[in-house]
């Protein structure tokens, strides 16, 4: 019989930060009792690291406890190899006995020596030991992995191929386990992650071919593009194995996370696919569709300079101006910039040396009758934005600013603006969101030697509830407002309503007598 290992709450927290409620816990733990499912791998266990991860990082005995209370599966907790010594297996292990029956372990494969050494301490405790074995797909490169393959014997209870970028077919899954049956003798485990969305033909491939556990996430949350999904896998094993699912409760486990599915939007995209394709990183991706606004050309750029191992593809002039301009105002892409469009030009119109850098073209073309001097922050998705805002870019004539290179995104300049296109050779107020819309605004204004600096059309998102994505690039400009008001000495004020932290005027008031 095959046997299914749910690791829903260790996977999916890549998204809720290991953290779940307890109506979603409680819920998924009653659902999954009348499923056949083998084990429940509910979190890490970790020594403390930097930042906050949440309980299903760290799992609490008395969590634990809970949830052995009210299980009636084995439960998992799982080891990140890179983080986990040695000396630190009895603080984190030895009050898991009794409660819980498998200790896994992620791992590198250039790790593996290092793991076998920990699998050997785990099993002084009495554990089952599952190695999950990252980045199959470049196995066959991994010489020195391959002929210590053989030392695993006796040490692993279960030994997992993972496809960690989501981009192996079946022929890689079946020469894959060849590779690992020609070394050892252990059982053998299938992890997908479902970025060519190929998760569930991988896993049946697998079975077919001498695996005997894999695993499944809810709804498929998991990492980047996740996983494959637990509702399909046991649909998939009714018909073919005969299991005996008790739908009505997989449906309701599935309604169980479907709030969050809509919160965080997991599952596979054009970057996530290509991603998997080339075998690259997820990390990367999983932050440029979350919590950033690149468009797919400028994720698919980056991809590709990673693949190619280039920096970027184009160098530019940098952006010195030669005279400082004792007034910007910042236009960012908030309603606020329309719905004050008229005050606003009436403020700019009162200075002819004002000069206007636009955050975002969003709203650009509102203010493009205006003679003042117009900057572009040309960032993300922006040179793309700007063609389709203002239609016919042949008469355009201001400059557009890009990010220090190298640039991560790729460059992607349209080509009638390419003579009057600079880069900025340093952020210098933080080095953290160098390539956001915001940061690269804020240095515009402190190379042009900016005495005033005003800020129009950043709403901060005025309707409730905001999105994950609002609530991070919220947090991200109020980062970066301070941390520019501490390193140029002075203030940033909005002049249009705003929900930051910051000084506001009215636009109003500064045209009142005219």
Not at 25 to 33: A, F, L, Q, R, S
Not at 233 to 256: E, H, I, K, M
Not at 336 to 359: L, M, Q, W
Not at 452 to 476: C, H, M, S, W
Request: charged share 25%; glycine share 6%; aromatic share 12%.
């Amino acid at each position: 019989m095959i046997k299914i290992l749910d690791c829903t709450l260790r996977d999916g927290g890549y998204y809720t930060n290991w953290d779940f409620s307890d109506e979603v816990v409680d819920n998924y733990i009653k659902c999954t009792n009348n499923l056949p499912i083998e084990y429940l791998e509910v979190g890490y266990r970790s020594t403390p690291i930097k930042g906050y991860l949440g309980r299903y990082f760290y799992l609490p005995i008395y969590e634990l406890e809970k949830i052995k209370s009210l299980s009636q599966k084995k439960l998992v907790i799982i080891l990140n190899e890179k983080d986990t010594r040695l000396e630190d297996l009895k603080e984190l292990l030895q009050p898991l006995q009794g409660i819980v029956s498998m200790i896994r372990i992620a791992l590198d494969p250039q790790n593996l020596l290092r793991a076998i050494k920990l699998a050997e301490g785990i099993k002084v405790y009495g554990f089952e030991v599952g190695f999950n074995v990252m980045y199959m797909s470049k196995w066959k490169s991994y010489l020195d992995f391959q002929s210590n393959l053989s030392k695993v014997s006796g040490v692993a209870d279960y030994f997992y191929m993972v496809d960690s970028y989501g981009g192996v077919f079946p022929q890689d899954v079946i020469d894959t386990i060849a590779l690992v049956k020609s070394h050892l003798n252990v059982k053998l485990g299938f992890h997908g992650h479902n970025n060519l969305e190929l998760a569930l033909i991988n896993t049946l491939t697998a079975i077919d071919h001498g695996v005997e556990i894999v695993d499944s996430t809810v709804t498929g949350m998991g990492r980047g593009a996740g996983n494959l999904k637990t509702e399909l896998l046991l649909t998939a094993f009714n018909n073919r194995f005969n299991f005996d699912v008790d739908f009505n409760s997989l449906g309701d486990l599935v309604n169980t996370f479907s709030g969050l599915h809509r919160k965080y939007e997991w599952g596979t995209n054009l970057p996530y696919m290509i991603s998997g394709a080339n075998s690259l990183p997820q990390k990367d991706v999983m932050d440029w569709v979350t919590t950033r606004f690149y468009s797919f050309n400028s994720i698919i750029q980056a991809l590709q300079n990673q693949k190619e191992k280039v920096k970027d593809n184009e160098q530019l002039p940098l952006f010195k101006p030669s005279i400082s301009k004792k007034r910007v105002v910042i236009i960012g892409g908030g309603k606020g910039a329309c719905e004050h469009v008229e005050a606003v030009k009436e403020f700019i119109r009162t200075d002819a040396e004002i000069t206007i850098v636009h955050a975002s073209s969003k709203n650009a073309f509102s203010y493009q009758d205006l003679e003042n001097e117009q900057i572009f922050c040309l960032v993300g998705n922006e040179g793309h934005r700007m063609e389709k805002v203002f239609n016919d870019l042949g008469s355009f004539n201001g400059q557009t600013v890009l990010p220090p290179f190298p640039r991560k995104m790729g460059t992607y300049i349209p080509a009638c603006v390419r003579d009057n296109s600079f880069e900025l050779e340093n952020v210098d107020f933080t080095d953290k969101y160098q390539d956001s819309h915001t940061a690269l605004a804020l240095q515009i204004t402190y190379e042009l030697g900016a005495e005033e600096i005003y800020l129009v059309g950043y709403d901060g998102y005025n309707e409730f509830p905001i999105t994950e994505k609002e609530r991070q690039l919220t947090a991200e400009n109020e980062f970066l407002f301070h941390r520019f008001t501490v390193f140029n000495n002075k203030d940033v004020i909005a002049i249009t309503p705003t929900r930051y932290e910051i000084p506001v005027n009215s636009v109003y008031s500064m045209i009142y007598d005219k």
